[in-house]
Protein backbone atom coordinates (compact mmCIF):
# COMPACT_ATOMS: atom_id res chain seq x y z
CA UNK A 1 0.00 0.00 0.00
CA UNK A 2 1.17 3.20 -0.21
CA UNK A 3 0.98 6.37 2.04
CA UNK A 4 -2.00 7.42 0.37
CA UNK A 5 -4.14 4.36 0.38
CA UNK A 6 -2.88 3.91 3.98
CA UNK A 7 -4.67 7.26 4.66
CA UNK A 8 -7.47 6.07 2.78
CA UNK A 9 -7.90 2.97 4.85
CA UNK A 10 -7.37 5.10 8.08
CA UNK A 11 -10.16 7.22 7.25
CA UNK A 12 -12.16 4.41 6.68
CA UNK A 13 -11.79 2.93 10.26
CA UNK A 14 -12.04 6.56 11.41
CA UNK A 15 -15.24 7.12 9.69
CA UNK A 16 -16.75 3.61 10.96
CA UNK A 17 -15.37 4.38 14.97
CA UNK A 18 -17.30 7.54 14.63
CA UNK A 19 -20.03 7.57 12.64
CA UNK A 20 -21.62 11.11 13.57
CA UNK A 21 -18.17 12.87 12.20
CA UNK A 22 -17.58 14.26 9.03
CA UNK A 23 -14.29 14.27 8.77
CA UNK A 24 -13.99 15.88 5.24
CA UNK A 25 -11.63 18.67 6.62
CA UNK A 26 -9.34 16.29 8.99
CA UNK A 27 -6.23 18.03 9.32
CA UNK A 28 -3.06 15.24 9.30
CA UNK A 29 -1.01 17.08 11.43
CA UNK A 30 -3.25 17.36 14.23
CA UNK A 31 -4.11 14.85 16.80
CA UNK A 32 -7.32 12.94 16.00
CA UNK A 33 -8.58 13.33 19.96
CA UNK A 34 -8.70 17.36 19.05
CA UNK A 35 -10.73 17.44 16.37
CA UNK A 36 -13.00 14.29 16.49
CA UNK A 37 -14.88 12.52 19.48
CA UNK A 38 -12.58 10.01 20.22
CA UNK A 39 -11.83 8.11 23.70
CA UNK A 40 -9.59 5.17 24.50
CA UNK A 41 -11.75 2.55 23.44
CA UNK A 42 -12.31 4.21 20.38
CA UNK A 43 -8.59 4.58 19.84
CA UNK A 44 -8.40 0.67 20.68
CA UNK A 45 -10.84 -0.25 17.79
CA UNK A 46 -8.37 1.53 15.62
CA UNK A 47 -5.27 -1.06 16.61
CA UNK A 48 -8.12 -3.97 16.33
CA UNK A 49 -9.38 -3.33 12.91
CA UNK A 50 -5.72 -2.97 11.46
CA UNK A 51 -4.93 -6.11 13.10
CA UNK A 52 -8.16 -7.58 11.75
CA UNK A 53 -7.56 -5.98 8.35
CA UNK A 54 -4.17 -7.13 7.47
CA UNK A 55 -2.80 -8.86 10.57
CA UNK A 56 -0.59 -6.02 11.90
CA UNK A 57 0.19 -6.29 15.45
CA UNK A 58 1.02 -3.00 16.91
CA UNK A 59 2.65 -3.08 20.78
CA UNK A 60 1.20 -0.98 23.31
CA UNK A 61 4.47 0.88 23.76
CA UNK A 62 4.16 2.16 20.32
CA UNK A 63 0.75 3.46 20.30
CA UNK A 64 1.93 7.46 20.75
CA UNK A 65 2.94 7.09 16.75
CA UNK A 66 -0.76 6.86 16.10
CA UNK A 67 -1.76 10.38 17.60
CA UNK A 68 -2.51 12.39 14.40
CA UNK A 69 -3.20 11.10 10.52
CA UNK A 70 0.49 11.66 9.58
CA UNK A 71 2.38 10.01 12.36
CA UNK A 72 0.07 7.19 11.96
CA UNK A 73 0.78 6.96 8.13
CA UNK A 74 4.50 7.71 8.95
CA UNK A 75 4.19 4.63 11.25
CA UNK A 76 2.45 2.29 9.07
CA UNK A 77 3.53 2.90 5.58
CA UNK A 78 7.03 0.53 5.94
CA UNK A 79 5.00 -1.88 7.88
CA UNK A 80 2.39 -2.31 5.21
CA UNK A 81 4.54 -1.92 2.30
CA UNK A 82 4.18 -5.03 0.89
CA UNK A 83 0.49 -5.48 1.90
CA UNK A 84 -2.31 -4.81 -0.75
CA UNK A 85 -5.62 -2.75 0.26
CA UNK A 86 -7.79 -5.28 1.58
CA UNK A 87 -10.99 -6.06 -0.09
CA UNK B 1 -50.59 2.65 54.42
CA UNK B 2 -48.51 5.93 54.36
CA UNK B 3 -49.48 7.95 51.84
CA UNK B 4 -45.30 7.67 50.91
CA UNK B 5 -45.74 4.17 50.13
CA UNK B 6 -48.27 4.59 47.60
CA UNK B 7 -46.35 4.02 44.12
CA UNK B 8 -48.23 5.32 41.13
CA UNK B 9 -47.08 4.61 37.12
CA UNK B 10 -46.78 7.93 35.75
CA UNK B 11 -45.17 7.69 32.19
CA UNK B 12 -45.05 4.84 30.31
CA UNK B 13 -41.85 3.84 27.34
CA UNK B 14 -42.25 0.32 25.03
CA UNK B 15 -41.17 -1.54 21.95
CA UNK B 16 -42.79 -4.80 21.69
CA UNK B 17 -43.34 -6.74 17.99
CA UNK B 18 -46.05 -4.89 17.29
CA UNK B 19 -45.96 -1.46 18.29
CA UNK B 20 -43.45 1.12 19.33
CA UNK B 21 -45.94 2.88 21.67
CA UNK B 22 -48.72 2.56 24.46
CA UNK B 23 -51.38 3.33 22.33
CA UNK B 24 -49.72 2.06 18.89
CA UNK B 25 -49.58 -1.45 20.81
CA UNK B 26 -52.92 -1.42 22.75
CA UNK B 27 -54.23 -0.68 18.69
CA UNK B 28 -53.04 -3.57 17.42
CA UNK B 29 -53.71 -5.75 20.43
CA UNK B 30 -57.65 -4.85 20.24
CA UNK B 31 -57.42 -5.49 16.93
CA UNK B 32 -55.61 -8.63 16.74
CA UNK B 33 -52.73 -7.75 14.91
CA UNK B 34 -49.55 -10.47 15.67
CA UNK B 35 -45.48 -8.99 15.97
CA UNK B 36 -44.72 -12.58 14.67
CA UNK B 37 -42.47 -12.59 11.80
CA UNK B 38 -39.92 -15.00 9.70
CA UNK B 39 -36.88 -14.37 11.42
CA UNK B 40 -33.16 -15.78 10.72
CA UNK B 41 -30.26 -16.54 12.96
CA UNK B 42 -26.72 -17.90 12.74
CA UNK B 43 -26.09 -21.48 12.35
CA UNK B 44 -29.81 -22.45 12.11
CA UNK B 45 -32.55 -23.07 9.66
CA UNK B 46 -35.34 -20.16 9.71
CA UNK B 47 -36.72 -19.75 12.84
CA UNK B 48 -40.15 -17.12 13.98
CA UNK B 49 -39.85 -14.33 15.98
CA UNK B 50 -41.28 -11.45 18.13
CA UNK B 51 -39.13 -8.49 16.05
CA UNK B 52 -39.08 -5.01 17.27
CA UNK B 53 -38.67 -1.93 14.58
CA UNK B 54 -38.21 0.92 16.70
CA UNK B 55 -36.18 4.17 16.01
CA UNK B 56 -32.92 3.25 17.59
CA UNK B 57 -31.16 7.06 16.51
CA UNK B 58 -34.09 8.99 17.93
CA UNK B 59 -32.14 9.09 20.95
CA UNK B 60 -28.92 7.60 20.20
CA UNK B 61 -26.07 8.90 18.14
CA UNK B 62 -24.75 6.54 15.93
CA UNK B 63 -21.38 6.28 17.95
CA UNK B 64 -23.18 5.37 21.05
CA UNK B 65 -25.00 2.12 19.05
CA UNK B 66 -22.03 1.10 18.07
CA UNK B 67 -20.82 1.29 21.43
CA UNK B 68 -23.52 -0.06 23.21
CA UNK B 69 -25.64 -3.36 22.93
CA UNK B 70 -28.98 -4.35 21.39
CA UNK B 71 -30.64 -4.27 24.90
CA UNK B 72 -29.05 -0.65 26.18
CA UNK B 73 -30.85 0.23 22.91
CA UNK B 74 -33.88 -0.99 23.99
CA UNK B 75 -33.58 0.40 27.22
CA UNK B 76 -32.59 4.02 25.96
CA UNK B 77 -35.76 4.10 23.63
CA UNK B 78 -38.08 3.19 25.86
CA UNK B 79 -36.63 5.17 29.06
CA UNK B 80 -36.76 8.15 26.93
CA UNK B 81 -40.37 7.40 25.54
CA UNK B 82 -41.24 7.01 29.29
CA UNK B 83 -39.97 10.58 30.54
CA UNK B 84 -41.57 12.14 27.40
CA UNK B 85 -45.09 10.11 28.64
CA UNK B 86 -44.87 11.45 31.86
CA UNK B 87 -44.31 14.99 30.80
CA UNK B 88 -41.48 15.53 33.09
CA UNK B 89 -39.22 18.55 33.14
CA UNK B 90 -36.42 16.57 32.35
CA UNK B 91 -34.13 19.31 32.65
CA UNK B 92 -35.03 20.21 36.30
CA UNK B 93 -34.90 17.04 37.75
CA UNK B 94 -32.33 16.00 40.21
CA UNK B 95 -30.54 13.29 38.41
CA UNK B 96 -28.90 12.16 41.47
CA UNK B 97 -32.54 11.40 43.13
CA UNK B 98 -33.21 8.93 39.93
CA UNK B 99 -32.85 5.28 40.13
CA UNK B 100 -32.77 2.93 36.79
CA UNK B 101 -33.94 -0.55 37.70
CA UNK B 102 -34.31 -3.16 34.65
CA UNK B 103 -35.55 -6.66 34.31
CA UNK B 104 -33.20 -9.26 32.39
CA UNK B 105 -34.43 -13.13 31.97
CA UNK B 106 -30.17 -13.13 30.64
CA UNK B 107 -27.63 -11.09 29.58
CA UNK B 108 -24.63 -10.83 26.73
CA UNK B 109 -25.18 -13.99 25.36
CA UNK B 110 -25.72 -11.74 21.85
CA UNK B 111 -22.14 -9.97 22.56
CA UNK B 112 -20.12 -13.63 23.54
CA UNK B 113 -21.89 -15.41 20.79
CA UNK B 114 -20.79 -12.07 18.25
CA UNK B 115 -17.26 -12.54 19.56
CA UNK B 116 -17.33 -16.20 19.18
CA UNK B 117 -18.14 -16.05 15.38
CA UNK B 118 -16.12 -13.29 14.90
CA UNK B 119 -12.92 -14.88 16.15
CA UNK B 120 -13.57 -18.38 14.55
CA UNK B 121 -13.28 -16.32 11.65
CA UNK B 122 -9.67 -15.51 12.77
CA UNK B 123 -8.75 -19.30 13.29
CA UNK B 124 -9.77 -18.47 17.20
CA UNK B 125 -7.35 -16.22 17.56
CA UNK B 126 -8.27 -14.13 20.74
CA UNK B 127 -6.17 -11.05 19.89
CA UNK B 128 -9.58 -10.32 17.75
CA UNK B 129 -11.84 -10.59 20.42
CA UNK B 130 -13.55 -7.22 21.21
CA UNK B 131 -12.03 -4.82 23.82
CA UNK B 132 -16.40 -4.00 23.68
CA UNK B 133 -16.84 -7.08 25.04
CA UNK B 134 -16.40 -6.68 29.01
CA UNK B 135 -18.51 -2.74 29.39
CA UNK B 136 -21.13 -5.00 26.91
CA UNK B 137 -21.41 -7.63 28.48
CA UNK B 138 -21.26 -6.82 32.13
CA UNK B 139 -25.19 -7.73 33.52
CA UNK B 140 -26.09 -3.62 34.90
CA UNK B 141 -25.25 -3.01 30.90
CA UNK B 142 -29.02 -2.17 29.79
CA UNK B 143 -29.13 0.37 32.91
CA UNK B 144 -26.23 1.40 32.89
CA UNK B 145 -26.44 2.18 28.94
CA UNK B 146 -29.63 4.37 30.32
CA UNK B 147 -28.13 6.28 32.98
CA UNK B 148 -24.93 7.20 30.11
CA UNK B 149 -27.67 8.31 27.89
CA UNK B 150 -29.10 10.70 30.35
CA UNK B 151 -26.97 11.91 32.44
CA UNK B 152 -28.89 9.93 35.37
CA UNK B 153 -26.12 9.94 38.53
CA UNK B 154 -28.75 7.77 41.06
CA UNK B 155 -28.20 3.99 41.27
CA UNK B 156 -28.51 1.64 38.45
CA UNK B 157 -29.22 -2.00 37.58
CA UNK B 158 -30.80 -4.53 36.69
CA UNK B 159 -32.88 -7.06 38.11
CA UNK B 160 -31.80 -10.86 36.76
CA UNK B 161 -35.14 -12.95 37.44
CA UNK B 162 -35.44 -15.00 33.97
CA UNK B 163 -38.77 -14.57 32.85
CA UNK B 164 -40.58 -13.05 35.88
CA UNK B 165 -37.90 -10.09 35.17
CA UNK B 166 -40.01 -7.17 33.84
CA UNK B 167 -42.74 -7.93 37.20
CA UNK B 168 -39.19 -7.84 39.11
CA UNK B 169 -37.80 -4.61 37.70
CA UNK B 170 -41.36 -2.70 38.62
CA UNK B 171 -41.09 -4.25 42.29
CA UNK B 172 -37.62 -3.25 42.71
CA UNK B 173 -38.48 0.02 41.33
CA UNK B 174 -41.16 0.28 44.05
CA UNK B 175 -39.20 -0.79 46.69
CA UNK B 176 -36.41 1.71 46.44
CA UNK B 177 -39.11 4.68 46.64
CA UNK B 178 -40.71 2.89 49.58
CA UNK B 179 -37.39 3.16 50.82
CA UNK B 180 -36.57 6.83 49.72
CA UNK B 181 -33.60 5.88 48.26
CA UNK B 182 -34.93 7.71 44.60
CA UNK B 183 -37.40 9.83 43.78
CA UNK B 184 -37.85 8.39 40.36
CA UNK B 185 -37.81 5.09 39.42
CA UNK B 186 -37.32 4.01 35.74
CA UNK B 187 -38.57 0.41 36.04
CA UNK B 188 -39.45 -1.99 33.93
CA UNK B 189 -37.66 -4.93 31.32
CA UNK B 190 -35.99 -5.74 28.34
CA UNK B 191 -35.15 -7.98 26.50
CA UNK B 192 -32.62 -8.67 23.14
CA UNK B 193 -32.84 -12.23 23.20
CA UNK B 194 -33.78 -12.51 19.51
CA UNK B 195 -29.94 -11.50 19.12
CA UNK B 196 -28.70 -14.92 20.09
CA UNK B 197 -29.10 -17.94 18.30
CA UNK B 198 -28.60 -19.87 21.91
CA UNK B 199 -32.15 -19.28 22.73
CA UNK B 200 -33.64 -20.52 19.65
CA UNK B 201 -31.93 -23.85 19.59
CA UNK B 202 -31.94 -24.39 23.57
CA UNK B 203 -35.86 -24.09 23.32
CA UNK B 204 -35.32 -26.37 20.11
CA UNK B 205 -33.29 -29.37 22.18
CA UNK B 206 -36.03 -28.94 24.43
CA UNK B 207 -38.65 -29.43 22.52
CA UNK B 208 -39.94 -25.98 23.18
CA UNK B 209 -39.49 -23.95 20.14
CA UNK B 210 -42.83 -23.38 18.31
CA UNK B 211 -43.22 -23.58 14.70
CA UNK B 212 -45.90 -22.88 12.30
CA UNK B 213 -46.67 -22.20 8.42
CA UNK B 214 -48.72 -18.82 9.60
CA UNK B 215 -46.07 -17.00 12.02
CA UNK B 216 -49.07 -15.07 12.97
CA UNK B 217 -50.00 -18.26 14.36
CA UNK B 218 -47.01 -19.89 16.18
CA UNK B 219 -47.56 -18.50 19.52
CA UNK B 220 -50.64 -19.81 21.08
CA UNK B 221 -50.81 -20.58 24.98
CA UNK B 222 -53.91 -23.12 25.83
CA UNK B 223 -54.26 -24.10 22.80
CA UNK B 224 -54.47 -27.96 21.52
CA UNK B 225 -52.22 -27.31 19.15
CA UNK B 226 -49.42 -25.43 20.98
CA UNK B 227 -45.95 -26.75 19.96
CA UNK B 228 -43.87 -24.26 22.30
CA UNK B 229 -42.60 -20.47 22.52
CA UNK B 230 -41.63 -17.41 20.07
CA UNK B 231 -38.79 -15.61 21.15
CA UNK B 232 -39.23 -12.06 21.03
CA UNK B 233 -37.25 -9.13 22.29
CA UNK B 234 -38.61 -6.01 23.69
CA UNK B 235 -39.00 -3.67 26.49
CA UNK B 236 -41.17 -2.10 28.97
CA UNK B 237 -40.33 0.81 31.05
CA UNK B 238 -42.12 3.23 33.10
CA UNK B 239 -41.99 5.85 35.45
CA UNK B 240 -42.71 5.09 38.88
CA UNK B 241 -43.29 7.84 41.52
CA UNK B 242 -44.23 8.20 45.10
CA UNK B 243 -47.97 9.53 45.12
CA UNK B 244 -47.48 13.00 46.75
CA UNK B 245 -44.93 13.81 44.58
CA UNK B 246 -46.94 12.16 41.20
CA UNK B 247 -49.78 14.96 42.38
CA UNK B 248 -47.71 17.68 43.59
CA UNK B 249 -46.69 18.00 39.97
CA UNK B 250 -49.94 17.28 37.97
CA UNK B 251 -48.96 13.95 36.22
CA UNK B 252 -51.45 11.85 34.85
CA UNK B 253 -51.42 8.71 36.31
CA UNK B 254 -51.97 5.83 34.63
CA UNK B 255 -52.49 3.71 37.66
CA UNK B 256 -51.06 2.55 41.28
CA UNK B 257 -48.94 -0.57 42.10
CA UNK B 258 -51.37 -1.96 45.36
CA UNK B 259 -49.57 -5.18 45.81
CA UNK B 260 -46.84 -7.36 44.57
CA UNK B 261 -45.43 -10.91 45.45
CA UNK B 262 -42.23 -13.11 44.28
CA UNK B 263 -41.56 -16.72 45.63
CA UNK B 264 -39.27 -19.82 44.61
CA UNK B 265 -41.11 -23.04 43.62
CA UNK B 266 -37.93 -24.96 44.94
CA UNK B 267 -38.93 -27.76 42.64
CA UNK B 268 -37.52 -27.88 39.06
CA UNK B 269 -34.93 -26.16 36.70
CA UNK B 270 -37.40 -25.75 34.18
CA UNK B 271 -40.85 -26.77 35.55
CA UNK B 272 -43.28 -25.01 36.78
CA UNK B 273 -45.27 -25.38 39.71
CA UNK B 274 -48.78 -23.95 40.20
CA UNK B 275 -49.19 -24.86 43.91
CA UNK B 276 -46.15 -21.75 44.41
CA UNK B 277 -47.69 -19.85 41.91
CA UNK B 278 -51.00 -19.93 43.64
CA UNK B 279 -49.67 -18.95 46.69
CA UNK B 280 -47.83 -16.01 45.12
CA UNK B 281 -50.71 -14.58 43.36
CA UNK B 282 -52.75 -14.60 46.91
CA UNK B 283 -49.88 -13.00 48.24
CA UNK B 284 -49.58 -10.63 46.11
CA UNK B 285 -53.67 -10.31 46.86
CA UNK B 286 -52.91 -9.97 50.42
CA UNK B 287 -50.68 -7.13 50.44
CA UNK B 288 -52.58 -5.29 48.38
CA UNK B 289 -55.23 -5.83 50.55
CA UNK B 290 -58.19 -7.01 48.08
CA UNK B 291 -59.83 -10.39 47.39
CA UNK B 292 -59.53 -12.57 43.99
CA UNK B 293 -63.31 -11.22 43.76
CA UNK B 294 -61.91 -7.68 43.28
CA UNK B 295 -59.37 -8.22 40.21
CA UNK B 296 -61.17 -8.15 36.82
CA UNK B 297 -58.28 -8.90 35.11
CA UNK B 298 -55.83 -11.15 35.20
CA UNK B 299 -52.92 -11.08 32.26
CA UNK B 300 -51.59 -14.39 32.19
CA UNK B 301 -48.01 -15.86 31.70
CA UNK B 302 -48.61 -18.61 29.80
CA UNK B 303 -45.85 -19.19 27.28
CA UNK B 304 -47.50 -22.15 24.64
CA UNK B 305 -45.61 -24.67 26.89
CA UNK B 306 -47.93 -27.69 27.25
CA UNK B 307 -46.53 -28.39 30.74
CA UNK B 308 -46.19 -24.13 31.41
CA UNK B 309 -50.05 -24.02 30.06
CA UNK B 310 -51.32 -26.55 32.21
CA UNK B 311 -50.15 -25.53 35.85
CA UNK B 312 -50.65 -21.80 34.91
CA UNK B 313 -54.53 -22.30 34.45
CA UNK B 314 -54.81 -25.09 37.34
CA UNK B 315 -52.98 -22.07 39.64
CA UNK B 316 -55.79 -19.46 37.71
CA UNK B 317 -58.64 -22.00 38.65
CA UNK B 318 -57.59 -22.27 42.31
CA UNK B 319 -57.21 -18.59 43.02
CA UNK B 320 -59.90 -17.39 40.59
CA UNK B 321 -62.22 -19.83 40.02
CA UNK B 322 -65.72 -18.90 40.58
CA UNK B 323 -64.94 -15.30 40.44
CA UNK B 324 -65.76 -12.68 37.46
CA UNK B 325 -61.75 -12.05 36.85
CA UNK B 326 -61.29 -12.99 32.97
CA UNK B 327 -57.83 -13.86 32.10
CA UNK B 328 -56.29 -13.15 28.51
CA UNK B 329 -52.69 -13.26 27.19
CA UNK B 330 -50.63 -10.83 25.50
CA UNK B 331 -48.09 -13.46 23.81
CA UNK B 332 -50.29 -14.14 21.82
CA UNK B 333 -49.57 -11.64 19.79
CA UNK B 334 -45.82 -10.92 20.32
CA UNK B 335 -44.52 -14.33 21.52
CA UNK B 336 -42.17 -14.41 24.66
CA UNK B 337 -40.50 -10.97 25.24
CA UNK B 338 -38.33 -13.35 27.95
CA UNK B 339 -37.07 -9.95 30.30
CA UNK B 340 -39.38 -7.50 28.97
CA UNK B 341 -42.40 -10.11 28.84
CA UNK B 342 -44.07 -9.23 32.56
CA UNK B 343 -44.11 -5.32 31.87
CA UNK B 344 -45.42 -5.61 28.14
CA UNK B 345 -48.22 -7.98 29.28
CA UNK B 346 -48.64 -5.33 31.82
CA UNK B 347 -48.65 -2.53 29.73
CA UNK B 348 -50.62 -3.99 26.97
CA UNK B 349 -53.78 -4.14 29.46
CA UNK B 350 -52.66 -0.82 31.24
CA UNK B 351 -55.19 0.83 28.94
CA UNK B 352 -58.42 -0.97 29.72
CA UNK B 353 -58.59 1.30 32.89
CA UNK B 354 -59.86 3.48 30.26
CA UNK B 355 -61.20 1.37 27.33
CA UNK B 356 -62.75 -1.01 29.51
CA UNK B 357 -61.44 -3.93 26.85
CA UNK B 358 -59.87 -6.81 27.82
CA UNK B 359 -57.53 -7.50 24.66
CA UNK B 360 -57.95 -11.00 23.26
CA UNK B 361 -55.50 -14.04 23.45
CA UNK B 362 -55.58 -15.26 19.55
CA UNK B 363 -54.75 -18.68 18.25
CA UNK B 364 -57.56 -20.55 20.61
CA UNK B 365 -58.53 -22.44 17.63
CA UNK B 366 -59.16 -25.33 19.90
CA UNK B 367 -59.01 -24.60 23.30
CA UNK B 368 -56.61 -27.97 25.62
CA UNK B 369 -59.33 -29.12 28.37
CA UNK B 370 -56.33 -29.03 30.43
CA UNK B 371 -56.24 -25.97 30.66
CA UNK B 372 -59.75 -24.72 31.42
CA UNK B 373 -60.53 -21.48 32.18
CA UNK B 374 -64.12 -20.61 31.95
CA UNK B 375 -62.67 -16.50 32.14
CA UNK B 376 -60.66 -16.72 29.39
CA UNK B 377 -60.75 -13.89 26.65
CA UNK B 378 -60.26 -16.01 23.47
CA UNK B 379 -59.71 -14.97 20.06
CA UNK B 380 -61.91 -11.71 20.33
CA UNK B 381 -61.58 -9.03 22.38
CA UNK B 382 -63.99 -8.70 25.48
CA UNK B 383 -66.26 -5.33 26.60
CA UNK B 384 -65.53 -5.65 30.40
CA UNK B 385 -67.04 -2.18 30.90
CA UNK B 386 -64.94 -1.32 33.68
CA UNK B 387 -61.97 -2.42 34.36
CA UNK B 388 -60.47 -1.17 37.88
CA UNK B 389 -57.67 -3.66 38.89
CA UNK B 390 -55.28 -6.06 36.49
CA UNK B 391 -53.26 -8.81 38.21
CA UNK B 392 -50.06 -9.72 35.80
CA UNK B 393 -48.46 -12.88 35.98
CA UNK B 394 -44.70 -13.51 35.47
CA UNK B 395 -43.08 -17.02 36.10
CA UNK B 396 -39.50 -17.96 35.09
CA UNK B 397 -37.04 -20.79 34.96
CA UNK B 398 -35.41 -22.31 38.34
CA UNK B 399 -39.01 -21.71 39.21
CA UNK B 400 -38.88 -18.05 40.05
CA UNK B 401 -42.61 -16.39 40.13
CA UNK B 402 -43.92 -12.82 40.24
CA UNK B 403 -46.98 -11.06 40.44
CA UNK B 404 -47.69 -7.72 40.59
CA UNK B 405 -51.58 -5.94 40.96
CA UNK B 406 -52.40 -2.40 39.38
CA UNK B 407 -55.13 -0.46 40.32
CA UNK B 408 -56.73 2.68 38.05
CA UNK B 409 -55.93 5.59 40.05
CA UNK B 410 -58.89 7.45 41.08
CA UNK B 411 -58.89 10.25 43.85
Known amino acids: MTGEEIRQVVLDILERIAPDEDLSGLDDAMAFREQMELDSMDFLDIVMELRKAYRIQIPEDEYEHLTTMATTVAYLEPRLKDVPVAG | ?411
Not at chain 2, 188 to 211: N, P, W
Open chain 2, 1 to 411: MPVNDRIVITGIGLTAPNGNSLNEFRRNLLSGRSGVVNYETRYMPPVLAGVCNFDELRYQSRREVRRGTRAGSVAIYCSNEAIRHAELDWDNVEKCRVGVYLGITEHGNVETENEIYEISQFEYDTKVWSHHHNPRTVANNPAGEVTLNLGITGPHLTVGAACAAGNAGFIQGLQMLRLNEVDIAIAGGVSESIHTFGIFASFQSQGALATHEDPTQASRPFDNARNGIVVAEGGGICILERLPDALKRGATIYGEIIGHAMNSDASDFVLPNSERQAECMRLALSRAGITQHDVDLVSSHATATEQGDIEEATALREVFGGTNAVVNNTKSFIGHAMGAAGALELLGNLSSFDDGMAHATINVDSPDPRCELDQLVANQPRDLGKVRSILNNSFGMLGINSVLIVQKYED
